[in-house]
Protein backbone atom coordinates (compact mmCIF):
# COMPACT_ATOMS: atom_id res chain seq x y z
CA UNK A 1 0.00 0.00 0.00
CA UNK A 2 0.85 3.65 -0.56
CA UNK A 3 0.01 6.70 1.08
CA UNK A 4 0.62 10.61 0.51
CA UNK A 5 0.06 12.68 3.20
CA UNK A 6 0.13 16.69 2.82
CA UNK A 7 1.12 18.62 6.02
CA UNK A 8 3.46 15.53 5.89
CA UNK A 9 6.30 17.66 8.45
CA UNK A 10 3.97 19.04 10.54
CA UNK A 11 2.53 18.14 13.88
CA UNK A 12 -0.05 15.50 13.43
CA UNK A 13 1.41 14.64 9.32
CA UNK A 14 4.25 13.78 11.05
CA UNK A 15 2.86 11.05 13.55
CA UNK A 16 0.80 9.35 11.25
CA UNK A 17 3.82 9.19 8.63
CA UNK A 18 5.58 7.01 11.50
CA UNK A 19 2.49 5.61 12.20
CA UNK A 20 1.47 4.27 8.83
CA UNK A 21 5.46 3.40 8.00
CA UNK A 22 5.43 1.02 11.16
CA UNK A 23 2.03 -1.01 9.50
CA UNK A 24 4.38 -1.55 6.27
CA UNK A 25 3.14 1.18 4.31
CA UNK A 26 4.79 2.94 1.82
CA UNK A 27 4.62 6.86 3.17
CA UNK A 28 5.07 10.31 0.42
CA UNK A 29 4.94 13.09 2.81
CA UNK A 30 4.63 16.21 0.71
CA UNK A 31 4.71 20.10 3.10
CA UNK A 32 5.72 23.41 2.02
CA UNK A 33 7.08 24.00 5.53
CA UNK A 34 4.91 27.04 5.93
CA UNK A 35 4.24 25.55 9.63
CA UNK A 36 5.90 22.46 9.45
CA UNK A 37 9.32 21.09 9.68
CA UNK A 38 11.98 18.67 8.65
CA UNK A 39 12.81 18.50 12.02
CA UNK A 40 9.50 16.23 12.52
CA UNK A 41 10.43 13.55 10.01
CA UNK A 42 14.56 13.46 10.06
CA UNK A 43 14.58 10.75 12.33
CA UNK A 44 12.76 8.54 9.87
CA UNK A 45 15.13 5.69 7.78
CA UNK A 46 13.18 3.93 5.78
CA UNK A 47 14.02 3.09 2.33
CA UNK A 48 9.65 3.21 1.71
CA UNK A 49 9.57 6.72 3.14
CA UNK A 50 10.13 9.90 0.68
CA UNK A 51 9.23 13.84 0.82
CA UNK A 52 8.24 16.34 -1.33
CA UNK A 53 9.01 19.83 -0.39
CA UNK A 54 5.39 21.27 -2.22
CA UNK A 55 2.92 23.35 -2.16
CA UNK A 56 -0.34 21.71 -2.36
CA UNK A 57 -2.52 24.44 -3.29
CA UNK A 58 -0.61 23.38 -6.79
CA UNK A 59 -1.30 20.68 -9.63
CA UNK A 60 -0.39 17.85 -7.59
CA UNK A 61 1.35 14.58 -9.58
CA UNK A 62 2.48 11.71 -7.78
CA UNK A 63 4.25 9.04 -10.12
CA UNK A 64 2.79 5.40 -9.61
CA UNK A 65 -0.40 4.11 -7.98
CA UNK A 66 -1.78 5.35 -4.49
CA UNK A 67 -3.54 3.97 -2.38
CA UNK A 68 -4.63 6.60 0.44
CA UNK A 69 -4.77 10.67 0.40
CA UNK A 70 -4.18 11.90 3.77
CA UNK A 71 -4.98 16.16 3.66
CA UNK A 72 -3.52 17.61 6.64
CA UNK A 73 -1.88 20.24 5.30
CA UNK A 74 -3.14 23.86 7.10
CA UNK A 75 -1.85 26.51 9.54
CA UNK A 76 -3.61 25.38 12.62
CA UNK A 77 -2.63 27.11 15.49
CA UNK A 78 -4.84 30.27 15.83
CA UNK A 79 -1.75 32.60 16.00
CA UNK A 80 -0.90 31.40 12.31
CA UNK A 81 -3.64 31.58 10.56
CA UNK A 82 -4.16 35.13 11.70
CA UNK A 83 -0.74 35.24 10.53
CA UNK A 84 -1.18 33.46 7.18
CA UNK A 85 -4.78 34.24 6.56
CA UNK A 86 -4.65 33.56 2.89
CA UNK A 87 -2.31 30.58 2.97
CA UNK A 88 -4.84 29.47 5.16
CA UNK A 89 -7.94 29.78 2.78
CA UNK A 90 -5.78 28.51 -0.31
CA UNK A 91 -4.63 25.35 1.36
CA UNK A 92 -8.17 24.48 3.04
CA UNK A 93 -9.58 25.43 -0.62
CA UNK A 94 -7.18 24.98 -3.38
CA UNK A 95 -5.54 22.31 -1.55
CA UNK A 96 -8.25 19.97 -0.98
CA UNK A 97 -9.43 20.58 -4.20
CA UNK A 98 -5.87 18.91 -5.39
CA UNK A 99 -5.98 16.64 -2.99
CA UNK A 100 -9.19 15.06 -3.95
CA UNK A 101 -8.27 15.55 -7.69
CA UNK A 102 -5.10 13.29 -7.20
CA UNK A 103 -7.35 10.74 -5.30
CA UNK A 104 -10.18 10.70 -7.88
CA UNK A 105 -7.20 10.34 -10.87
CA UNK A 106 -5.48 7.59 -8.70
CA UNK A 107 -8.72 5.66 -7.26
CA UNK A 108 -7.37 6.20 -3.93
CA UNK A 109 -9.21 7.04 -0.66
CA UNK A 110 -9.17 10.19 1.26
CA UNK A 111 -9.21 11.15 3.74
CA UNK A 112 -9.59 15.36 5.15
CA UNK A 113 -8.28 16.46 8.31
CA UNK A 114 -11.28 18.77 9.82
CA UNK A 115 -11.67 20.10 12.58
CA UNK A 116 -13.92 20.95 15.82
CA UNK A 117 -13.87 24.94 14.40
CA UNK A 118 -16.71 23.90 12.19
CA UNK A 119 -18.91 24.24 15.13
CA UNK A 120 -16.93 27.64 15.42
CA UNK A 121 -18.45 28.77 19.04
CA UNK A 122 -21.01 26.02 19.69
CA UNK A 123 -24.85 26.56 20.77
CA UNK A 124 -25.39 22.73 21.14
CA UNK A 125 -22.90 21.43 24.13
CA UNK A 126 -21.11 18.65 23.06
CA UNK A 127 -20.75 18.72 20.09
CA UNK A 128 -22.32 15.70 17.52
CA UNK A 129 -21.33 15.15 13.96
CA UNK A 130 -24.77 16.64 13.11
CA UNK A 131 -24.47 19.83 14.79
CA UNK A 132 -23.87 22.40 11.87
CA UNK A 133 -21.96 25.04 13.82
CA UNK A 134 -22.25 28.47 14.71
CA UNK A 135 -19.18 30.31 12.82
CA UNK A 136 -18.65 33.93 12.17
CA UNK A 137 -17.75 34.06 8.82
CA UNK A 138 -15.72 37.49 8.38
CA UNK A 139 -14.47 37.11 11.91
CA UNK A 140 -10.55 36.59 12.21
CA UNK A 141 -11.13 32.88 12.55
CA UNK A 142 -12.87 32.52 9.86
CA UNK A 143 -10.19 31.94 7.54
CA UNK A 144 -9.12 28.98 9.39
CA UNK A 145 -13.18 27.94 9.98
CA UNK A 146 -14.31 28.42 6.91
CA UNK A 147 -12.04 26.64 4.82
CA UNK A 148 -12.13 23.46 6.92
CA UNK A 149 -15.87 24.18 6.39
CA UNK A 150 -15.43 24.61 2.31
CA UNK A 151 -12.87 21.30 2.52
CA UNK A 152 -15.69 19.32 4.17
CA UNK A 153 -17.96 20.64 1.78
CA UNK A 154 -16.14 19.62 -1.82
CA UNK A 155 -14.89 16.15 0.07
CA UNK A 156 -18.49 15.01 -0.13
CA UNK A 157 -18.88 16.43 -3.00
CA UNK A 158 -16.53 14.34 -4.90
CA UNK A 159 -17.88 11.77 -2.86
CA UNK A 160 -21.13 12.03 -4.27
CA UNK A 161 -20.60 13.40 -7.74
CA UNK A 162 -16.96 11.18 -8.31
CA UNK A 163 -17.42 8.35 -6.07
CA UNK A 164 -14.45 8.99 -4.14
CA UNK A 165 -13.82 6.85 -0.96
CA UNK A 166 -13.91 10.10 1.09
CA UNK A 167 -13.60 10.45 4.82
CA UNK A 168 -13.65 13.26 7.18
CA UNK A 169 -11.96 13.41 10.66
CA UNK A 170 -13.40 16.33 12.77
CA UNK A 171 -9.82 16.83 15.46
CA UNK A 172 -10.52 18.52 18.57
CA UNK A 173 -7.66 20.08 20.83
CA UNK A 174 -4.43 17.54 20.26
CA UNK A 175 -0.88 17.90 22.23
CA UNK A 176 1.63 16.15 22.20
CA UNK A 177 5.83 15.84 21.31
CA UNK A 178 6.88 17.80 18.20
CA UNK A 179 4.42 20.65 18.92
CA UNK A 180 6.56 23.69 18.32
CA UNK A 181 8.15 25.53 21.20
CA UNK A 182 6.35 28.69 19.30
CA UNK A 183 3.17 27.05 18.95
CA UNK A 184 1.01 29.46 20.12
CA UNK A 185 -1.95 27.12 21.58
CA UNK A 186 -2.37 26.69 24.91
CA UNK A 187 -0.63 23.58 25.69
CA UNK A 188 2.90 24.06 24.38
CA UNK A 189 2.93 27.84 24.89
CA UNK A 190 2.06 26.81 28.69
CA UNK A 191 4.55 23.95 28.87
CA UNK A 192 6.88 26.56 27.63
CA UNK A 193 6.12 29.31 29.79
CA UNK A 194 6.49 26.85 33.09
CA UNK A 195 9.65 25.46 32.16
CA UNK A 196 10.91 28.90 31.62
CA UNK A 197 9.84 30.17 34.87
CA UNK A 198 7.63 32.57 32.65
CA UNK A 199 4.47 34.04 33.48
CA UNK A 200 1.45 31.64 31.83
CA UNK A 201 -0.94 34.03 29.65
CA UNK A 202 -4.23 32.56 30.64
CA UNK A 203 -6.52 34.63 27.75
CA UNK A 204 -9.65 35.79 28.99
CA UNK A 205 -10.40 34.60 32.48
CA UNK A 206 -9.51 31.33 32.20
CA UNK A 207 -13.17 30.25 32.08
CA UNK A 208 -13.68 28.92 28.50
CA UNK A 209 -13.80 25.15 28.35
CA UNK A 210 -11.64 22.87 25.80
CA UNK A 211 -11.14 19.15 25.45
CA UNK A 212 -7.74 17.99 25.66
CA UNK A 213 -6.51 14.74 23.61
CA UNK A 214 -3.38 12.93 23.18
CA UNK A 215 -1.59 12.59 19.63
CA UNK A 216 -1.29 8.75 19.88
CA UNK A 217 -5.06 8.24 20.72
CA UNK A 218 -5.96 10.91 17.44
CA UNK A 219 -3.79 8.79 15.05
CA UNK A 220 -5.00 5.74 16.20
CA UNK A 221 -8.48 7.14 15.70
CA UNK A 222 -7.66 8.30 12.34
CA UNK A 223 -6.19 5.14 11.14
CA UNK A 224 -9.17 3.47 12.47
CA UNK A 225 -11.54 6.06 10.18
CA UNK A 226 -9.51 5.79 7.21
CA UNK A 227 -9.76 1.70 7.31
CA UNK A 228 -13.58 1.83 8.05
CA UNK A 229 -16.59 2.58 5.65
CA UNK A 230 -17.64 5.54 7.23
CA UNK A 231 -18.34 8.24 4.56
CA UNK A 232 -19.55 10.61 7.12
CA UNK A 233 -17.79 13.23 9.59
CA UNK A 234 -16.45 11.61 12.51
CA UNK A 235 -15.33 13.67 15.80
CA UNK A 236 -12.39 12.40 16.92
CA UNK A 237 -10.81 13.60 20.74
CA UNK A 238 -11.15 13.41 24.52
CA UNK A 239 -14.39 14.24 25.96
CA UNK A 240 -12.32 15.05 29.39
CA UNK A 241 -13.17 19.02 29.24
CA UNK A 242 -11.23 21.30 31.26
CA UNK A 243 -11.45 25.16 31.43
CA UNK A 244 -8.37 26.62 30.17
CA UNK A 245 -7.12 28.06 33.38
CA UNK A 246 -7.43 24.29 34.93
CA UNK A 247 -5.32 23.08 31.80
CA UNK A 248 -2.61 25.83 33.15
CA UNK A 249 -2.94 24.88 37.14
CA UNK A 250 -2.30 21.31 36.04
CA UNK A 251 0.62 22.14 33.71
CA UNK A 252 2.24 23.76 36.95
CA UNK A 253 1.53 21.12 39.59
CA UNK A 254 2.98 18.76 36.35
CA UNK A 255 6.34 20.75 36.04
CA UNK A 256 6.53 22.05 39.76
CA UNK A 257 7.36 25.75 38.23
CA UNK A 258 6.78 28.54 40.51
CA UNK A 259 5.61 30.89 37.23
CA UNK A 260 2.80 32.98 38.10
CA UNK A 261 -0.82 32.89 36.00
CA UNK A 262 -1.36 36.59 33.92
CA UNK A 263 -4.79 37.03 32.50
CA UNK A 264 -4.03 38.34 28.58
CA UNK A 265 -7.46 39.78 26.56
CA UNK A 266 -9.70 37.14 24.85
CA UNK A 267 -8.90 36.61 21.06
CA UNK A 268 -11.76 37.47 18.43
CA UNK A 269 -14.54 34.91 18.55
CA UNK A 270 -12.59 32.30 20.93
CA UNK A 271 -15.44 30.17 21.64
CA UNK A 272 -16.85 29.48 25.22
CA UNK A 273 -17.20 26.04 25.50
CA UNK A 274 -15.81 22.33 23.52
CA UNK A 275 -15.79 18.99 23.91
CA UNK A 276 -16.65 15.92 21.19
CA UNK A 277 -19.62 13.52 21.59
CA UNK A 278 -17.81 10.39 20.26
CA UNK A 279 -20.19 8.18 20.02
CA UNK A 280 -19.89 7.80 16.63
CA UNK A 281 -16.48 6.72 16.88
CA UNK A 282 -17.43 4.76 19.89
CA UNK A 283 -19.77 2.72 17.59
CA UNK A 284 -18.48 2.75 14.30
CA UNK A 285 -15.01 2.73 14.35
CA UNK A 286 -14.66 1.06 18.14
CA UNK A 287 -12.27 3.33 19.06
CA UNK A 288 -12.38 5.57 22.49
CA UNK A 289 -9.13 7.40 24.03
CA UNK A 290 -6.95 5.52 26.32
CA UNK A 291 -4.20 8.00 27.75
CA UNK A 292 -5.26 10.35 30.10
CA UNK A 293 -4.74 13.99 29.94
CA UNK A 294 -2.26 14.23 33.02
CA UNK A 295 -0.26 10.96 31.45
CA UNK A 296 -0.46 12.76 28.42
CA UNK A 297 0.90 16.15 29.93
CA UNK A 298 3.63 14.19 31.39
CA UNK A 299 4.45 12.77 28.34
CA UNK A 300 4.59 16.24 26.67
CA UNK A 301 6.26 17.89 29.07
CA UNK A 302 9.28 15.51 29.36
CA UNK A 303 9.69 15.83 25.38
CA UNK A 304 9.91 19.72 25.79
CA UNK A 305 12.37 19.09 28.56
CA UNK A 306 14.42 17.16 26.17
CA UNK A 307 14.09 18.66 22.83
CA UNK A 308 12.92 22.31 22.98
CA UNK A 309 15.10 23.13 26.09
CA UNK A 310 16.98 26.53 25.47
N1 LIG B 1 -5.13 30.20 25.28
C1 LIG B 1 -4.65 30.82 26.43
N2 LIG B 1 -3.33 31.13 26.50
C2 LIG B 1 -2.44 30.85 25.51
C3 LIG B 1 -2.93 30.20 24.35
C4 LIG B 1 -4.27 29.89 24.27
O1 LIG B 1 -5.42 31.08 27.38
O2 LIG B 1 -1.25 31.16 25.69
C5 LIG B 1 -6.56 29.85 25.23
C6 LIG B 1 -7.27 30.27 23.94
O3 LIG B 1 -7.77 31.59 24.05
C7 LIG B 1 -8.38 29.23 23.88
C8 LIG B 1 -7.75 27.99 24.51
O4 LIG B 1 -6.65 28.45 25.28
O5 LIG B 1 -9.48 29.63 24.68
C9 LIG B 1 -7.26 26.97 23.52
O6 LIG B 1 -6.48 27.67 22.59
P1 LIG B 1 -5.62 26.95 21.47
O7 LIG B 1 -4.92 28.03 20.71
O8 LIG B 1 -4.80 25.89 22.08
O9 LIG B 1 -6.66 26.22 20.53
P2 LIG B 1 -8.13 26.62 19.99
O10 LIG B 1 -9.00 25.64 20.66
O11 LIG B 1 -8.47 28.02 20.36
O12 LIG B 1 -7.99 26.43 18.54
Given at each position: ???????????????????????????????????????????????????VHYDVTNYLYIDGPVDYV?????????????????????????????????????????????????????????????????????????????????????????????GVDTKIVRIFNTFGPRMR????????????????????????????????????????????????????????????????????????????????????????????????????????????????????????VEWFQRERSG
Amino acid sequence: MRAVITGGAGFIGSHLCDALLAEGVEVVAIDNLLTGSVDNIAHIRDARFSFVHYDVTNYLYIDGPVDYVLHFASPASPIDYLRLPIATLKVGAMGTHKALGLALNKKARFLLASTSEVYGDPLIHPQPESYWGNVNPIGSRGVYDEAKRYAEALTMAYHRYHGVDTKIVRIFNTFGPRMRKQDGRAVPNFINQALHDEPLTVYGDGSQTRSFGYITDLVRGILALLRSEQNEPVNIGNPQELSVLEMARMILEITGSKSEIVFKDLPEDDPKVRQPDITAAQQKLGWQPQVDVKDALRLTVEWFQRERSG
